[in-house]
C-alpha cells in the first residue's frame, strides 16, 4: 500500500526511515508491502536520501488514488488541519502524530473520517513510542476507567531531574535540554505545561468517551520551580514532578497538569530523564502502568507506523467519534480538592508561624538546610478545595509577619 508524509521535519523524517529500514518486516506484519510514495514539504532537502520523493504540489498527494494513507506529521493547527479534512473528502485515511490538532480539533475530525468511511489515528501524538491509546481504547475496555495519572512531557521530566541531580538552577537546566535537541528554542509549550494539558485532554476524552476540552483544564508548568523546592520536597522523601491527572467525579471529569510533590513511594516518582510514565486506574485491572521514552524521532516513528499497519492489516472505518456535551462536563478547578507544600519568608519566624495557624489551623512544618536561606518557614497543609487554599493564602500575604508567599506546590496523593 502507497502513503504519503506531510511535512518533512524529526518525525516525518522519522517515518520514512522507519519504513525504509524495516521493509521486510513491516510487511509481514502488515501482510503487504507498505511504500511511501510521496512526501510534501515546501523545503528543499538536496541530502535527503528521500529527496526523489518530495514535492511542493498538494495535488501530487491528494489527487494520487494510489495513495491511500496520509501521514501528517506538519504540526500545528492552521495547514495541518486543512490538509486532513482534504485527505478525509479524498477518501484517504489519516495518521497523525499532531497532539495539538486533536486535543482542540478531535471531535470534528473524527466525525468527519467516520462519515468519509476512514480512519483517524493518532496513537503518536501521546507518550512518543509508548503504546497507550489503543491499549485504553482496546485493551482496557472491559474496564470503566476510574482515572490517569502520568508524567507526559520528556523535556520537563528531564529538566526536574537535572535540576536534582546536579543541584543546577531551572534556567541551566534547560539551556542543557536544548544543548542536548530535549528542548525547542522555545521551550514554552513544554516548560508551561500545555503539551502536557493537550495529551491528558486526548487521553481523557478516550477514558471517558467525551470530549475533554484542553482549554478547559487548568494547568501550570515547571519554570517557578526552584532548587529550594526540590530540597524541601526531599526533607518530605519525596521529589517534584510535572503530573497530569485526570478522574471521573460523579458525571463530570476533573484535570489538571501542574508541578507536584510525589512521594517516592508512588511509582512516578522513580520516572527520570526524559522518560515517560502513564498510570491507568481500571475498576476491573486496578492499576497499569505504561513506560518508555515519551519523545524523539524514532520512537514517535515507530507509533505513527504502527498505526499505518492498523490500517493497512483492518481497512476499518474510525467508529468512535467524541461527543461535546450539551452541559458543562467538566469539575471548576476551585471545586477540586488538594494538600500542598506552602513556602513563606517571614519577617518573624515566631508570628510567622502564629499567624500561619490563625489562617491554616493544624500544619506540619518542613525542616530543610538551604543555604542562603534563613527567614523561611515551609508547611504542608490539609486538603482542601482550591477556592479555599485560593482564599487562605490570600489572607496569608495579607499577614504583617509574612514577607512573600514564595511558592505553593501540590501534594499527590498515594
Same mark, same amino acid.
Given at each position: ?255 489538571? !497538569?501542574?508541578?507536584?510533590?510525589? $512521594? =517516592?513511594?508512588?511509582?512516578? %516518582?522513580?520516572? #527520570?530523564? /526524559? *522518560? ?65 507544600? !506552602?513556602?513563606?519568608?517571614?519577617? $518573624? =519566624?515566631?508570628?510567622?508561624? %502564629?499567624?500561619? #495557624?490563625? /489562617? *491554616? ?54
Amino acid at each position: 500500500m502507497d502513503i504519503a508524509i506531510l511535512g518533512y521535519g524529526v518525525v516525518g523524517s522519522g517515518v520514512a526511515e522507519v519504513i525504509r529500514k524495516n521493509s521486510r518486516s513491516i510487511a509481514d506484519r502488515a501482510g503487504e508491502q507498505i511504500r511511501v510514495r510521496k512526501i510534501l514539504d515546501i523545503r528543499d532537502f538536496p541530502d535527503s536520501p528521500d529527496r526523489e520523493l518530495i514535492t511542493k504540489d498538494p495535488e501530487e498527494v491528494f489527487g494520487d488514488p494510489e495513495i491511500k494513507i496520509i501521514v501528517e506529521t506538519i504540526g500545528g493547527i492552521g495547514v495541518a488541519q486543512e490538509y486532513t479534512k482534504r485527505a478525509f473528502s479524498a477518501g484517504k485515511h489519516v495518521v497523525t502524530s499532531n497532539k495539538e490538532l486533536v486535543a482542540v480539533h478531535g471531535p470534528e475530525l473524527l466525525k468527519i473520517a467516520a462519515d468519509n468511511g476512514v480512519s483517524y489515528l493518532f496513537e503518536a501524538s501521546v507518550g512518543g513510542g509508548i503504546p497507550i491509546i489503543r491499549p485504553l481504547s482496546q485493551c482496557l475496555a472491559a474496564n470503566i476507567i476510574n482515572g490517569i495519572t502520568g508524567i507526559l512531557n520528556g523535556t520537563t521530566n528531564y529538566i526536574l531531574t537535572k535540576m536534582r541531580r546536579e543541584n543546577c538552577s531551572f534556567s541551566d537546566a534547560l539551556v542543557n535540554a536544548q544543548k542536548n535537541g530535549y528542548a525547542e528554542a522555545d521551550p514554552t509549550a513544554d516548560v508551561e505545561g500545555h503539551d502536557t494539558c493537550r495529551k491528558i485532554a486526548i487521553l481523557s476524552s478516550i477514558a471517558f468517551n467525551e470530549y475533554v476540552d484542553c482549554s478547559r483544564i487548568h494547568t501550570e508548568g515547571i519554570s517557578r520551580i526552584t532548587l529550594a523546592d526540590m530540597m524541601y520536597a526531599e526533607a518530605m522523601d519525596s521529589v517534584i514532578k510535572l503530573i497530569a491527572v485526570s478522574r471521573r467525579e460523579g458525571d463530570r471529569v476533573f484535570a489538571r !497538569v501542574s508541578p507536584v510533590v510525589v $512521594n =517516592k513511594e508512588h511509582p512516578l %516518582a522513580g520516572v #527520570e530523564d /526524559v *522518560f515517560n510514565a502513564i498510570v491507568v486506574s481500571g475498576d476491573a485491572i486496578g492499576d497499569a502502568m505504561f513506560y518508555g521514552r515519551g519523545a524523539g524521532k524514532l520512537p514517535t516513528a515507530s507509533a505513527v507506523v504502527a498505526d499505518v499497519i492498523d490500517i493497512v492489516k483492518h481497512n476499518e472505518s474510525t467508529k468512535t467519534v467524541w461527543q461535546r456535551r450539551d452541559t458543562d462536563n467538566m469539575v471548576p478547578f476551585g471545586e477540586s480538592v488538594t494538600g500542598c507544600l !506552602v513556602r513563606v519568608a517571614a519577617r $518573624n =519566624k515566631n508570628e510567622a508561624a %502564629a499567624d500561619i #495557624e490563625k /489562617v *491554616f489551623g493544624r500544619v506540619e512544618y518542613v525542616s530543610a538546610d538551604i543555604k542562603g536561606i534563613d527567614d523561611e518557614l515551609a508547611f504542608t497543609t490539609a486538603k482542601m478545595t482550591e477556592s479555599n487554599l485560593s482564599e487562605r493564602i490570600g489572607e496569608l500575604k495579607s499577614m504583617r509577619s509574612i514577607k512573600e508567599v514564595v511558592n505553593v506546590i501540590r501534594i499527590l496523593e498515594l
